[in-house]
């Protein structure tokens, strides 16, 4: 079935962008009702009815498009897939994407219902909520649609459905077997995919992977992302007295967890960023042929500091995206009994701390968990992966909980490979504009059961605007976004790999 491609005849048979600028906008219009019917069906992926009622949905709307549909169990939530009928003389696109989303909080949003989707006109700093009789036959693409999973990740999924919808009325041949895959379980980690990939490796099996998800670079350009970072976690909880102790009775005399938490930490990090654990960045080198690769993309690393309000960043790279090509180590959770108005004069009987280890092609993550936990023994402490009982309390001054989270792999394709050669030329094409080429992303998403399984190159085209407030209160997509997606769509499943 699979087509090898060199680099040699890897010849592009470009053709004008079909549709001029009133059929896109037409076909906008259609995938803003579309996404609007989708959006109003949640998908917490913690409630299995949610992921139910979702992929009866897509098996209707993928149906009436001409794929055939299978709901593909699982070990966890079940898998969607869809395939358009296979022509064995053609190549195999696999498209991933998810169709659950983080849960929400509605008290957070600036409108009723995250589930209802609205329409937003930028006014200000902020946006003013207007009613959908607003558009016309005119669409501003500045306007904004919020509600959950606007962009992530249900728009890219519509944005297929509409492209294949403009494909057939310019009665276009796709040049691609095109084979879908949806994730129930990727906003938590994707667990059951590995088993799943390996599960249905012959239904799966395809010549190149794409995942459409999470946005463009920030600049708004054209982007095709050729890896990104795994992640694995870790949960460190210390302890004091086996309950809070008034410290005007108990400070200066009983532990503090907090503090010993505190110096645990600042033990792992130099005052620069750099992590001092040793054999952390073992493996990682990056020669000038690379490092020329990572400064093409156009960041701006005082615009970056601007924005995010700092004044010095880490120093692990010298600039953003050198950054990104090593793993990390980040404290995304503190705490230790109560702060602000609810703040008591004690001494906690315990404090947590949350780390994530974002990981690169270079690193394990279950050697990275080994180390810092090799780390934390050095330092005195007793690890346990349990609490401690009272005899353990007894015996040892200092003991931490270790709790570790599962691994989700990083991934990085060649970015000389002909199918990614293939992807970022269509871009060039079809959208008259140098296409940004990032080597890895910060960011995670379940691929390397894919590329593991079924030996594949793997490739991110991702389709939203980058202040699209994924995960977080207020979530959008730009409607000239649908507009690039649907074009990105149809410049990709309209041109032939010759």
């Known amino acids: 079935m699979k087509k090898t491609v060199s680099f040699l005849s890897l010849i592009l048979s470009f053709s004008l962008f079909a549709q001029d600028d009133v059929a896109v906008k037409s076909q906008v219009a259609?995938?803003?009702?579309?996404?609007?019917?989708?959006?109003?069906?949640p998908n917490d992926a913690l409630n299995p009815d949610d992921i139910d009622r979702n992929i009866m949905w897509l098996k209707r709307k993928f149906g009436?498009?001409?794929?055939?549909?299978?709901?593909?169990?699982?070990?966890?939530?079940p898998l969607f897939f869809a395939a358009l009928p296979m022509n064995n003389d053609k190549p195999t696109v696999l498209i991933y994407m998810h169709l659950d989303g983080q849960s929400v909080d509605p008290s957070k949003w600036d409108q009723p219902d995250p589930y209802k989707m609205v329409l937003k006109v930028p006014e200000g700093d902020g946006f003013k909520t207007v009613s959908f009789d607003e558009l016309n036959d005119d669409i501003n693409y500045e306007w904004r649609l919020f509600g959950r999973?606007?962009?992530?990740?249900?728009?890219?999924?519509?944005?297929?459905?509409?492209?294949?919808?403009?494909?057939?009325?310019?009665?276009?041949?796709?040049p691609f077997n095109v084979k879908v895959i949806l994730d129930s379980e990727e906003e938590k980690s994707s667990k059951?995919?590995?088993?799943?990939?390996?599960?249905?490796?012959?239904?799966?099996?395809?010549?190149?992977?794409?995942?459409?998800?999470g946005p463009v670079h920030s600049s708004g350009e054209p982007t095709v992302v050729y890896g990104c970072r795994g992640i694995t976690t870790l949960s460190l909880t210390t302890y004091g007295p086996i309950k809070p102790q008034h410290s005007g009775h108990y400070g200066n005399y009983a532990p503090n967890p907090g503090f010993q938490l505190s110096q645990l930490l600042a033990s792992m990090k130099?005052?620069?960023?750099?992590?001092?654990?040793p054999g952390y960045y073992d493996g990682i080198t990056i020669d000038e042929a690379t490092k020329a690769i990572l400064k093409s993309v156009p960041d701006s690393d005082a615009e970056i500091a601007e924005r995010l309000q700092f004044k010095t960043p880490e120093k692990v790279g010298s600039f953003y995206q050198e950054a990104l090509q090593y793993p990390s180590l980040n404290i995304r959770g503190l705490g230790s009994a109560w702060i602000g108005e609810q703040a008591r004069t004690i001494v906690p009987e315990s404090a947590t701390a949350e780390l994530d280890l974002r990981l690169v092609v270079e690193s394990d993550g279950n050697r990275l968990k080994k180390l810092v936990k090799d780390h934390i023994a050095k330092q005195g402490f007793k690890v346990l992966d349990h609490e401690p009982t009272k005899e353990e309390r007894m015996q040892f001054d200092k003991i931490v909980m270790v709790k570790e989270g599962s691994?989700?792999?990083?991934?990085?394709?060649?970015?000389?490979?002909?199918?990614?050669?293939?992807?970022?030329?269509?871009?060039?094409?079809?959208?008259?504009?140098?296409?940004?080429?990032?080597?890895?992303?910060?960011?995670?998403?379940?691929?390397?059961?894919?590329?593991?399984?079924l030996k594949i190159p793997a490739f991110i085209v991702p389709v939203v605007n980058p202040d699209n407030n994924q995960h977080s209160p207020n979530e959008n997509v730009k409607i000239g976004q649908l507009a690039y997606g649907i074009k990105a769509f149809y410049g990709i499943l309209s041109t032939p790999i010759k």
């Open 64 to 77: 009436e498009r001409g794929f055939n549909t299978a709901v593909l169990d699982t070990d966890g939530l």
């Open 407 to 453: 691994v989700t792999d990083a991934f990085r394709t060649d970015l000389n490979n002909p199918y990614g050669q293939f992807l970022t030329a269509t871009m060039k094409n079809t959208f008259n504009k140098d296409v940004i080429q990032i080597r890895t992303m910060g960011g995670t998403v379940p691929i390397a059961p894919f590329i593991n399984e």
């Open 192 to 213: 059951p995919l590995p088993k799943a990939v390996k599960q249905y490796r012959e239904l799966l099996e395809a010549d190149f992977l794409m995942i459409v998800d």
């Open 270 to 277: 130099d005052s620069e960023g750099r992590v001092l654990i």
């Open 149 to 174: 999973s606007t962009s992530d990740d249900k728009s890219p999924i519509v944005m297929l459905l509409n492209t294949i919808d403009l494909l057939k009325q310019d009665g276009k041949e796709i």
């Open 30 to 41: 259609d995938a803003i009702n579309e996404l609007q019917e989708f959006i109003a069906i």
